[in-house]
């Protein structure tokens, strides 16, 4: 199943610091998630001053079960720097 994510980081002052703590940690992660074909493609999502406030990520895993269980280990989760999400379901086109 493919999947679009959207997932927005706190909105408090310690936001950003969170985010930058862990974000070797979760480069780490989605480069292995990347290596077994599960994201597609991802990137930051920025504000109207260009600052990271949240990521999206096109991913391809099994079912939205595996996807929650992946979402859990990430470092931005465990970190606490996503906080909010919006998952939809999606079927990429095929422009080749």
């Known amino acids: 199943m493919q999947f679009h994510i959207s997932a927005l980081d706190g909105t408090d002052d310690e936001a950003l610091t969170r985010r930058m703590n ?4 979760h480069f780490v992660h989605a480069r292995s998630k990347y290596a077994a074909g599960e994201i597609l493609m991802g990137g930051a999502i920025l504000d109207e001053k ?3 406030i949240g990521s ?3 991913v391809e895993i099994e079912n939205r079960e595996a996807l929650d269980t992946w979402l859990a280990a990430d470092p931005y ?9 919006t998952i939809t379901e999606i079927k990429i086109a095929d422009l080749t």
Do not use: A, H, I, Y
Request: aromatic letters at 16%.
């Open 22 to 25: 862990v974000r070797e940690d």
């Open 50 to 52: 260009g600052q990271m």
């Open 56 to 58: 999206t990520l096109f």
């Open 77 to 85: 989760s465990k970190g606490n720097v996503w906080q909010t999400f």
